[in-house]
């Protein structure tokens, strides 16, 4: 047994000499592929990104973007003035200019610079695009206040609150500068207003209103005041108490095109569930494109009560 276990390990001359060499050419191969990255370095892959486009998240919204054209001419311009020929001749598209224009319409003003990227199709690059020519101050400006002594002497230690009415100042100083609105002449704008709009009210903060503005980027736009109450944490109560003094500006709400829509960006709607927007982008390829909104009706894609919900914010072109 012992010499049987000996043999097993024991080699000729001729197997000794095969093994060696076999050695030899591991050890060579072994040391080839440690040093051919010192002796042979690879040339880094070298890349340009010229374009980088990313898809909001919390909103189906595609933003179109201006394009440098020769035949695009800039020019200085006052948002509060300008003309939908001149705005058409900056490079913006027909629907941007009629949004603008319906803002204005409605009663909106721009004041400063920034307040044109209240408009749902100014994002930071077309803001920074036209930026230069908006002949508008960068800033508001700081209005000197003076307060009397009496008025210094009667100013509260502080301000308190008044649930009574539907806005609310923050400090003395505010006071003076933004005395009291009647009620009848106070109002917001459910689509066209911003974090400050609605810090107006009592009862509102920043986590309110920033809630607020989020959940209308979600939906393409409010085209009912009573969507507020779908708002995260905000409290019927303090959403009855605001109603009145709410306007619903129902033109800036931003439609989805059902014969064009994909199926992922279908289902990022609030209203719009997967199976939902399954079954509506399958019905579209299977039996072609929707005639009439109410086709989703008729092909037994929805129930009543969900297609009055959705109806607003679906359109065919």
């Known amino acids: 047994m012992k010499e049987n276990w000996k043999d097993a390990f024991s080699f000729n001359r001729r197997e000794r000499r095969g093994i060696t060499v076999l050695l030899i050419i591991l050890l060579i191969q072994i ?40 035949s695009i001419l800039y020019f200085s311009f006052d948002p509060n003035t300008v003309k939908k020929e001149e705005l058409l001749n900056m490079g913006l598209k027909d629907w941007q200019s009629t949004q603008l224009i319906n ?30 020519f908006i002949h508008l101050p960068e800033n508001y400006s700081k209005e000197v206040v003076t307060i009397s002594e009496d008025d210094l002497a009667n100013a509260p230690k502080t301000v308190t609150e008044n649930k009574d009415t539907p806005y609310r100042r923050d400090d003395w100083e505010r006071k003076v500068k933004m005395p009291q609105r009647a009620k009848d ?10 974090t400050s709009d609605w810090k107006q009210f009592y009862g509102i903060g920043s986590g309110y209103s920033k809630r607020i503005i989020k959940y209308r980027e979600k939906l393409g736009g409010y085209y009912s005041v009573n969507q ?77 009560p969900l ?10 072109y």
């Open 31 to 70: 040391s080839f592929l440690t040093f051919w990255k010192y002796l042979f370095p690879p040339e880094p892959f070298r890349f340009t990104i010229e374009k980088l486009e990313t898809e909001p998240i919390d909103s189906i919204i595609v933003e179109e973007k201006l394009t440098s054209s020769d």
């Open 103 to 132: 803002y204005r319409n409605s009663g909106g003003q721009f004041k400063i610079k920034s307040d044109v990227k209240k408009l749902y199709f100014v994002n930071d690059s077309i803001y920074e695009l036209l930026k230069p």
């Open 185 to 194: 002449t106070f109002s917001v704008a459910l689509n066209i207003s911003d």
């Open 228 to 304: 507020l109450y779908e708002v995260y944490g905000l409290d019927s109560s303090l959403v009855n108490r605001i109603k009145p003094y709410l306007k619903e500006d129902r033109q800036f709400v931003v439609k989805i095109n059902i014969n064009r829509v994909s199926e992922y960006k279908l289902s990022r709607h609030p209203y719009f569930t997967y199976n939902m927007a399954k079954i509506i982008v399958e019905s579209r390829e299977e039996d072609g494109n929707y005639k009439s909104l109410e086709d989703l009706l008729s092909r037994n894609l929805l129930n009543k």
């Open 307 to 316: 297609y009055d919900k959705i109806y607003p914010y679906i359109s065919l």
